[in-house]
């Protein structure tokens, strides 16, 4: 029976990393007694007093402290309490703690969590995906974990890292997505093939595993053996694994949920068109959301994300070709 | 104040029924007399009013059609966001009515410099701008930003902060570490009142002495009302973390029925008055939430999916 789902995967991972590691604490608004506006910190006030904190309002100052804090030997772990409010610390984010380590040798371990992509009814400003305007800066790691065990095992990696990491932990997977136990861990940079094929290859990371998997399958049905490669880190992204998957497909859709121009699904493109064009059957194709803002009423919401259902039709327009 | 308040317990039992209503209800239950103490001082098309989460009734006051709170939890095409946004984020900017962002803080410059335009446009007159926010809110630095903006352009703005005692679940002691936050107003260089929140007739003085002051070049005035959010931060919480003995007192002190006791007291009006108001007001909501349920929800196929209004220069959303 699965048991454990996707947030408990995170809550057990901050356990654990506030159990083994007395240099770990928490700082985030409402995580403390709360729980949290999700619950990933349900308890862990309780049972480590002193190490989780309500934070005011504050998410430029929430990161400028963990940095000074992180400067001092601590590894925060910030929760922001949606991703998109990551936006008002960005300056710290991008300017303070990602050139930390570059500009002073001194390392900047923070984890900053962001509860992130769309779910339906949640509108423009409680959607957002970040990743990809954070894997522009250099100085950061980017993790995108589409599994419990991922979920789990980045999570306590990101703590263990020496650099800040953007943890973009997807909110549609919180309550939804089970597994029976933490599995294997795989290291952090790592890609890995969810599910193999010969047909096609798609490209994907964070919920958008789950839809391009039911796309998959579809495809099963008329006879085509899509592979799916689960990016797991948008950045350092995993080359490697994408080309050789091309390699073997000749056929290339990537899918990501954040906005259409530039970002993690066209780096991805952009370097299998430049590093295997020869491997290429067919011209790579991409699908994001839309480029408007994310709509609140779900008939919108629906249509802006990419779902199985257009993920199964550029798969056919890819496979036609 | 009570059609606010009947419009939100609609809402609220909208929300319970399930179906209609995705995402979140944020109700302004035990708000209503201090926002709409400022909304009443607020003229359509003349001034500048950015309200946040918990504004119904100033809103209402301000002159916001009651359907259009319902239009846009509902998100119907009908109403003023078209399904594109939902719920309190809504506004009509071209009406002095600004839609809020969910990031607190934010409006506060927002309206300032509608306010700043038309001063340098010559248009200005006796206009003044209105925003409001939680004491959580006043921790943001665009809160900060916003307001320390306002005060070295000495904009005839009033900022209410309702100080509801919690932010989410936070208590205001996890939040700012002055005393009062009207001492800050000081520090702003601006003027600064206090108010019992829940007391109508005090808020309205209040407001209109602050809106007085701002009209004929005070500055920024701000203006601070201690009270408490009869709910949770949004229908889905329960509000645990509230004491169940600071609820009570609170409870006792619900703004609308002080505020309806205060009208008998004054002999403005009598308990069948009252009785017909909210009878009226009932089916005021009714009416308005049956021709909603009517109404055309979002069609995608329809849907422009162009966020520019320079159309030639939107991209094919082929991406
Ligand atoms: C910049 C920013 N960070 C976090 C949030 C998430 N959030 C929404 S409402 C809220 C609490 C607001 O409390 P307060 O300002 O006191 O207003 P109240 O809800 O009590 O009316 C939080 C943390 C947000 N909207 N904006």
Known sequence: MSSITYLEAIREAQYEALRTNPDVFLYGQDINAFGGAFKATKNLGREFPGRVFDSPISEDAMIGMAVGAAVEGARPIIEMQFADFSSVGFNQIVNQAATLYWRTQTPCPITIRLPSGGTAGSGPFHSQSMESIYAHYPGLVILTPATVEDAYWMLLDSVKLDDPVIFCEHKFLYYHLKADDFGQAMPIGKARIARPGRDATVVTYSAMLHESLKAAEELRLDGYEVEVVDLRSVKPMDTDTILASVARTGRLLVVGESFPWGGATAEVVARVASEAFHLLDAPPLRLNSKDTPIPYHPNLWKSHRPTTASISAELRKLLRY | ?319
Request: aromatic share 6%; with cysteine.
């Open chain 2, 1 to 319: 104040m009570i059609r606010s308040r009947t419009l939100e317990e609609k809402l609220g039992s909208l929300y319970r029924a399930g179906g209609r209503i995705v995402g979140g209800v944020y109700l302004g239950r035990g708000q209503e007399a201090f926002s709409a103490a400022a909304g009443i001082h607020l003229r359509w098309d003349k001034d500048v009013y950015g309200p946040l989460i918990r504004d119904q009734a100033g809103r209402i006051a301000f002159g916001e059609p009651l359907i259009d709170s319902l239009r846009t939890y509902l998100g119907v095409v009908t109403g003023p966001m078209r399904g594109r946004d939902g719920n309190i984020h809504r506004g009509q900017p071209k009406h002095g009515y600004m839609a809020m962002i969910s990031h607190l803080g934010s409006l506060l410059s927002v309206v300032a410099g509608a306010l700043f335009a038309r001063r340098i446009k010559g248009t200005l007159g006796d206009s003044a701008g209105a925003t409001s926010i939680g004491d959580g809110g006043t921790s943001t630095g665009a809160f900060h930003e916003g307001l320390n903006m306002a005060a070295v352009e000495k904009l005839p703005l009033v900022v209410s902060i309702a100080n509801n005692q919690y932010a989410y679940s936070t208590p205001t002691s996890r939040q700012y570490a002055c005393e009062n936050l009207v001492d800050r107003a000081h520090g702003y260089g601006i003027e600064g009142h206090s108010v019992d929140g829940t007391d109508l007739l005090a808020c309205v003085k209040v407001y209109r002495t602050a809106f007085e002051r701002a009209r004929v070049g005070h500055g920024p005035q701000m203006v601070v009302g201690r009270l408490l959010r009869l709910g949770g931060h949004g229908e889905h919480d329960d509000a645990s973390y509230i004491p169940e003995s600071m609820k009570k007192i609170h409870e006792s002190r619900d703004c609308l029925t002080v505020a309806q006791q205060q009208a008998l007291d004054l002999g403005w009006t009598t308990q069948a008055e009252l009785e017909a108001w909210h009878k009226q007001a009932r089916q005021e909501v009714d009416q308005a939430t049956s021709q909603v349920l009517k109404e055309p929800t979002p069609d995608p196929y329809r849907e422009t999916w162009q966020a520019l209004s320079t159309t030639s220069l939107v991209e094919g959303n082929e991406g």
